[in-house]
């Protein structure tokens, strides 16, 4: 059982930038999924012990997805930030061997979720 903490999440306007941070990022695969109101959990970045990251296309270009070894920490710096971006953004970790770190094979452990709120 993995317990994940999320934190920076927040309000901003249309062309903003938050970043979210996520521990403990111990897990081979580490990653952001968001959920709006009324619609299911997608997975929005996901990243490897090898470091190498998988995007949704419509994050691609304004995310980034990265983790601090030596604090054991998962980022999310969301840049160019869109109206529909506003969700609750979850963090999420998976450690089976066997699939790739990419989004579409889902995880299996979850936090609690931060609410990214964006105004136009």
């Known amino acids: 059982q993995i317990q994940l903490a999320e934190s920076g999440g927040g309000s901003v306007q249309s062309g903003g930038s938050l970043r979210l941070s996520c521990a403990p990022s111990t897990a081979r695969c580490m990653g952001w999924y968001r959920q709006a109101p009324g619609k299911g959990r997608d997975g929005v970045a996901m990243?490897?012990?090898?470091?190498?990251?998988d995007y949704a296309d419509s994050v691609k270009g304004r995310f980034t997805i990265s983790q601090d070894s030596a604090t054991n920490t998962l980022y999310l710096q969301m840049n160019n930030l869109e109206v529909e971006d506003t969700a609750t953004y979850y963090c999420?970790?998976?450690?089976?061997?066997?699939?790739?770190?990419?989004?579409?094979?889902?995880?299996?452990?979850w936090g609690a979720g931060t609410q990214v709120t964006v105004s136009s």
């Open positions: 999420g970790a998976r450690n089976d061997g066997q699939r790739p770190c990419k989004i579409r094979y889902g995880m299996h452990f």
């Open positions: 990243i490897g012990k090898d470091g190498i990251a």
